[in-house]
């Protein structure tokens, strides 16, 4: 036991179980030397920097602080930095990479539960179930024998903003149903999306061609309001725009315009600011579904990011790199 490795948790002591069920605690503990009674949630105690002087991999999560150089300081055996949740950019300093730390996080297994919610959301907006919903509620009635117009998924076209991890993962999960994607992303070129299966347009064609689109970019400075006023008055009447990547992504007060009017649809669950305030009318919108940014990993699902992350230790204890390493030229590009 004593030749196994140490490993420290640095995270929210509270996400702990949730990430580590006994199950996979016990495969995590075959590993390495690791204490889940200390977690650091700082690093300027006595205790934890004396942890750190033999870690050799820190395992973090939601409530890490920040790790810069001065952490990494009074870690000098420390090999990997090993995020049990999504994007690191708020995490790491320049220093982790400047060190030659070999890092990896959880994000693909965190972008499963968000394509899962985003296929949902396509079906049923393809479906008009948010609509019909209301209309049933209202009348408190319907006629059995009676075809809805204008309703359906077969053959509609979905526009998929962004092949991230989690936009990737949408195109997989559609493939199965009779629908046609198109893709826009700077960064594929034509054959890749052959490969994916997609047919790849510039944005302002996919706004104006797609039945439902979907956000899955990163934010950042090129993405900021991508989806902005003379974007949205592209859309075609009837089309749902579905955004679980970041609110600021999209112009808020320019897509309320043309909620209000009628024009379009929105299954949002996150938006900008975030929370919304009280008095933003996408509260009272009969065409908007709000969700309170839940697409990502919850409740059983956190403990999917916790066996992506064992996954990638017994790599990086083999000797083979990560499946899903993240490298300092990649954060331009990453959510």
């Given at each position: 036991?004593?030749?196994r490795p140490?490993?420290?948790?640095?995270?929210?002591?509270h996400?702990?179980?949730?990430?580590?069920?006994?199950?996979?605690?016990?495969?995590?503990?075959?590993?390495?030397?690791i204490?889940?009674?200390?977690?650091?949630?700082?690093?300027?105690?006595?205790?934890?920097?004396?942890?750190?002087?033999?870690?050799?991999?820190?395992?973090?999560?939601w409530?890490?602080?920040?790790?810069?150089?001065a952490?990494?300081d009074?870690?000098?055996?420390l090999?990997?930095?090993?995020?049990?949740?999504g994007s690191?950019?708020a995490?790491?300093?320049?220093a982790?990479?400047?060190?030659?730390?070999?890092?990896?996080?959880?994000?693909?297994?965190?972008?499963?539960?968000?394509?899962e919610?985003?296929?949902?959301?396509?079906?049923?907006?393809?479906?008009?179930?948010?609509?019909l919903?209301?209309?049933?509620?209202?009348?408190?009635?319907?006629?059995?024998?009676?075809?809805?117009?204008?309703?359906g998924?077969?053959?509609?076209?979905?526009g998929?903003?962004?092949?991230?991890?989690?936009?990737?993962?949408v195109?997989?999960?559609l493939?199965?149903?009779?629908?046609?994607?198109?893709?826009?992303?700077?960064?594929?070129?034509?054959?890749?999306a052959?490969?994916?299966?997609?047919?790849l347009?510039?944005?302002?064609?996919l706004?104006?061609n797609?039945?439902?689109?979907?956000?899955?970019?990163p934010?950042?400075?090129?993405?900021?309001?991508?989806?902005?006023a003379?974007?949205?008055?592209?859309?075609?009447?009837?089309?749902?725009?579905?955004?679980?990547?970041?609110?600021?992504?999209?112009?808020?007060e320019?897509?309320?315009?043309?909620?209000?009017?009628?024009?379009?649809?929105?299954?949002?669950?996150?938006?900008?600011?975030?929370?919304?305030s009280?008095?933003?009318a996408?509260?009272?919108l009969p065409?908007?579904?709000?969700?309170?940014?839940?697409?990502?990993?919850?409740?059983?699902?956190?403990?999917?990011?916790?066996?992506?992350?064992?996954?990638?230790?017994?790599?990086?204890?083999?000797?083979?790199?990560?499946?899903?390493?993240?490298?300092?030229t990649d954060l331009d590009?990453?959510?």
């Open positions: 036991m004593a030749d140490a490993a420290l948790f640095a995270l929210g002591a996400h702990l179980q949730a990430l580590y069920p006994p199950r996979s605690m016990h495969r995590l503990q075959q590993l390495v030397r204490d889940q009674t200390v977690v650091a949630e700082r690093f300027d105690t006595d205790d934890i920097r004396a942890a750190l002087a033999s870690t050799e991999f820190l395992i973090t999560g409530g890490c602080p920040p790790i810069t150089a952490v990494l009074v870690a000098p055996r090999r990997a930095i090993l995020h049990t949740a690191v950019k995490l790491l300093s320049p982790c990479w400047e060190r030659g730390l070999a890092i990896t996080s959880a994000a693909a297994a965190n972008a499963v539960p968000v394509a919610y985003t296929l949902a959301a396509i079906l049923f907006a393809g479906k008009d179930v948010f609509r919903r209301d209309q049933y509620h209202a009348s408190r009635n319907f006629t059995l024998a009676e075809v809805q117009t204008g309703v998924n077969y053959g509609r076209t979905i998929v903003i962004g092949a991230s991890r989690i936009g990737r993962r195109i997989e999960l493939r199965p149903f009779d629908l046609e994607v198109c893709l826009f992303d700077p960064y594929v070129d034509a054959a890749s052959a490969e994916l299966g997609v047919r347009v510039d944005l302002d064609t706004l104006r797609c039945d439902i689109v979907s956000v899955h970019a934010a950042n400075a090129q993405t900021h309001r991508l989806v902005g003379e974007q949205l008055a592209l859309m075609r009447d009837g089309t749902t725009l579905i955004n679980t990547a970041r609110g600021s992504l999209v112009d808020t320019a897509l309320i315009h043309h909620l209000e009017t009628g024009r379009l649809y929105a299954v949002l669950d996150v938006t900008d600011p975030e929370p919304l009280p008095a933003s996408l509260w009272e065409n908007v579904f709000l969700t309170p940014h839940i697409a990502g990993s919850h409740g059983n699902e956190l403990a999917r990011m916790g066996d992506c992350i064992i996954d990638e230790l017994e790599r990086i204890l083999d000797g083979r790199p990560f499946t899903h390493a993240i490298v300092a590009r990453v959510a």
